[in-house]
DNA sequence: TTGAAAGCGCTAACAG
DNA sequence: CTGTTAGCGCTTTCAA
């Protein structure tokens, strides 16, 4: 296989490279007759651009990375999309990279893009990672933080009010008549579960008429919320909450799986919310009530965040704050 | 922000670029005295090394690119995870790209990755795409496609398989007393789902004592199992199946969901098995029985068919079938 | 061990 | 509208 260039191109069609240059990015127009053997002559060798040599050229490339912990998480995913979306709209493509919560690896990939000259990074991590964003941006690669408020006030950051979702979950427990609420998760050490357990308090001080009990997991995953719910329906039925603010989807579809085998009844005995809305989280075996971070929208508004900072506008809110809202369905429905 | 390129680390070293970018990539010896300074200088002044002049000069990347239909799928994501590691001990990266199951958008990742160079491709594609890899590899990328047998002998391939799959997951079903057996999945239009339904078939026919209705459904989402399931239990109890292969385990997850719901118990009047093992499949209301493709050696040996293509070796079998094994849980324990 | 210099493929400025 | 040409940043001979 030759290599295939932008000349052999030329010479083909019997035109010179910059005719050829032209008729690819249409800087600017060329003969109908010249476009047909241009054409024909990229058809039959069968070229194909080298971003290499154009990107050397231009001083910059037309891609964009995202960097997430876990690509097969649901959230993330569907952010993805409409980071996707957005960017092809603006004629940007999308680097995926899956740094799966490890530091060296979200390194190693930060530095990859970088050399690579993406455009702009927009960084999904459940680690401290301002400084490192920090420098990328001094070095001339814009960033966007995702999933937790950056404290640098120059940091663009977009994130969800974990605090004002743990408080509507919980003051939806309040509001059907639970008074023995119990929040169910951990560490935390990580920001999002205490930001939700804040709420919870918060809600539950404001009424108060109800208790709060914190119900410590190490993982929040299914298998995590399978122990909490056996350990639950373990109780005297009298000892047991009547709410439960379960720190994420996963444990709450845990959960009602062991307690309705031990047979506690949900909602009656004990209502049950999640978060994040998990597309699972609907399909339970009792559908349950989530609170649902804007996910469309989260992608979209990052890829604007981005694209704003790429063109040096200093973005007049530099930090987008998005509310979660809560979705009802028949785990409290009393 | 001046751009700072190897010469001005050059400069600033007082050595010559030939000189950095041999202490760079280790190419040729430089004296620890230069090697200091150089290093000072990157430090110094932020260096980053420019992918696309690297590259050019080169003529190849150090990246693959791994396209999937869907990174949120478990199945794909463990996989990449495979591939990741394998690749990354080759000192390859991995690009990934998430094609949604949609042929153009499919169409545009596979070029923008090989207008970047990228040393080959790893394709997992619901649709007939050989002739556009073949076309890929005459160009100069080699690519393995992933989830299909192909049918050109000099396209690599590895994939599982199914027909295999739905065997032993229907035999698993009449070994446990099964007579009346319903293979629920479609549409046949799909390879994977007609060579399951295959394997049911071959089982079912090879007992000679059984039956096997098929039970066409058009999406293979939990939804779509809460709607057979309802369908199921609807029916004269004489009249149901009394084992149950579903195509996938979201289908599974949601037919053992509504069933129960229903008062039909799983496994006693009606035994069911899923297909693909996901992580949800082990924490479903009733365990799932299910059918196990080999997750993680698939994405080393995807890479590593790659790479042996890549290094101009034809790999001796072109086409690597890998076996999947039943799991068996509590869906099925009679 | 080091330096000088020739491109890799492409775009854009400029001249026609 | 079209051709000519100068690099973009880097690696790699080739000499010294």
């Known amino acids: 296989m030759a ?7 030329a010479r083909v069609a019997d035109v010179s490279v910059g005719t050829v240059s032209h008729y690819l990015n249409g800087t600017s127009p060329v003969s ?3 476009s047909r053997r241009i054409q024909a002559a990229i058809d039959q060798l069968g070229f194909v651009r080298n971003n290499a040599g154009r990107q050397l050229r231009l001083g910059h490339s037309s891609t964009i990375a995202y960097v997430v912990p876990d690509v097969s998480n649901p959230f993330f995913a569907t952010i993805a999309e409409g980071i996707e979306q957005r960017a092809a709209g603006r004629g940007l493509s999308v680097f995926l990279a899956n740094s799966k919560g490890d530091q060296p690896r979200e390194d190693a990939y930060l530095d990859l893009f970088e ?6 990074m927009i960084v999904a991590s459940p680690g401290q990672i301002e400084n490192r964003l920090a420098s990328l941006s001094a070095r001339g690669t814009p960033t966007v933080l995702m999933g937790q408020l950056a404290s640098s006030p120059s940091q663009p950051s977009i994130s969800i009010d974990d605090v004002l979702g743990g408080y509507i979950a919980t003051k939806h427990l309040l509001d059907i008549g639970c008074r023995r609420i119990a929040f169910v998760g951990g560490p935390l050490s990580v920001r999002q579960v205490r930001d939700r357990l804040e709420g919870a308090n918060r809600a539950v001080r404001e009424s108060g008429a109800a208790t709060l009990e914190v119900i410590d997991v ?8 399978h122990a909490v719910g056996d350990a639950i329906a373990a109780r005297d039925p009298a000892m047991r909450p009547d709410g439960v603010f379960a720190v994420n989807d996963l444990v709450a579809i845990g959960m009602v799986q062991t307690l309705i085998a031990h047979g506690v009844r949900v909602p009656e005995e004990l209502a049950l919310t999640g978060y994040d809305d998990i597309e ?3 399909s339970a075996i009792v559908p349950l009530t989530s609170v649902r971070p804007p996910h469309e929208e989260f992608g979209v508004a990052a890829v604007d965040l981005l694209l704003a900072v790429i063109d040096g506008e200093a973005p007049d809110p530099a930090h987008l704050v998005f509310a979660p809202e809560l979705v009802a369905r028949a785990s409290t429905a009393r």
């Open 32 to 34: 109908d007759d010249k």
């Open 280 to 282: 699972y989280a609907g």
């Open 218 to 225: 190490e993982t929040r995953v299914i298998s995590a919320g």
């Open 115 to 120: 050399e690579h000259g993406v455009r702009g």
């Open 3 to 9: 290599k295939v260039g932008i000349r052999e191109v």
